[in-house]
């Protein structure tokens, strides 16, 4: 069965800390994303990557960095947290195959709030 | 730019009930639509999906069908379960999957037993 795993369901910081959120996916696919989800305002893309050290901004990606240096991994970093960041981040994953139209598979979720 | 329109709920309905969940979407070019689900307390799954016009979807008796002339993917479910109540997403793809989905907001479905 496919497997996104997200390293933290619930995590709290602080203003200005540098906070990492880690993905792994266990499928081996190319694509990896990272959204936030907010009431009334549904997922927004933050940042995705096509391939190992590859990355493309998203539809927000402003106050957000990406590391990919692994296929399997996919870490979203903010870099001086602030409180308007706090939210849920789901990350997600997809395989480039002929069928150009694949499904993208989801973890949990990490809900992060900064204080 | 791509968007996704849905109605936003929440929507309350009484077990053996009739859904429909509109979606309608602006996009250039030919999109892949999908319809997601998150349950309570996790990430999204993939509810069901079309990938060109008159296509329909299906999955757990929930339907949708593209219709291009009207630019809709409106989902369906002929008799409502309380384990149905979740947040339901539709959301597109035109890039040809490299790139990121085009969620509308969620319409969060309540079922009263």
């Known amino acids: 069965d496919v497997k996104v795993t997200q390293s933290s369901r619930y995590l709290v910081k602080r203003t200005g800390e540098k906070v990492f959120l880690e993905c792994v996916q266990d499928?081996?696919?190319?694509?990896m994303f990272w959204y936030r989800q907010d009431p009334g305002l549904g997922l927004r893309l933050i940042y995705f990557?096509?391939?190992?050290?590859?990355?493309e901004k998203g539809d927000i990606p402003e106050g957000y960095s990406v590391s990919r240096e692994k296929k399997e991994r996919f870490s979203l970093i903010l870099e001086s947290a602030s409180t308007n960041q706090t939210s849920m981040y789901l990350c997600?994953?997809?395989?480039?195959?002929?069928?150009?139209?694949?499904?993208?598979?989801f973890g949990d979720g990490t809900r992060l709030s900064i204080l | 730019g791509d968007s996704v329109t849905q109605m936003e709920g929440p929507v309350t309905l009484s077990e053996e009930a009739f859904l429909t969940i509109n979606c309608t979407y602006t996009?250039?070019?030919?999109?892949?639509l999908f319809w997601y689900v998150q349950y309570p307390g996790e990430g999204l799954q993939l509810l069901l999906k079309?990938?060109?016009?008159?296509d329909k979807g299906s999955n757990k008796g929930f339907e949708a069908t593209y219709r291009k002339e009207t630019t809709s993917f409106h989902l369906e479910k002929g008799s409502v379960q309380v384990s149905d109540s979740a947040v339901y997403f539709c959301?597109?793809?035109?890039?040809?999957?490299?790139?990121?989905?085009?969620f509308g907001k969620g319409t969060h479905l309540i079922i009263q037993p």
């Open positions: 997600a994953s997809s395989l480039v195959g002929p069928n150009p139209n694949q499904p993208q598979h």
């Open positions: 959301a597109l793809n035109s890039g040809g999957g490299a790139d990121g989905l085009t």
């Open positions: 990557s096509y391939d190992v050290k590859m990355k």
């Open positions: 996009a250039t070019g030919y999109p892949s």
């Open positions: 499928m081996d696919h190319e694509n």
């Open positions: 079309a990938t060109k016009a008159d």
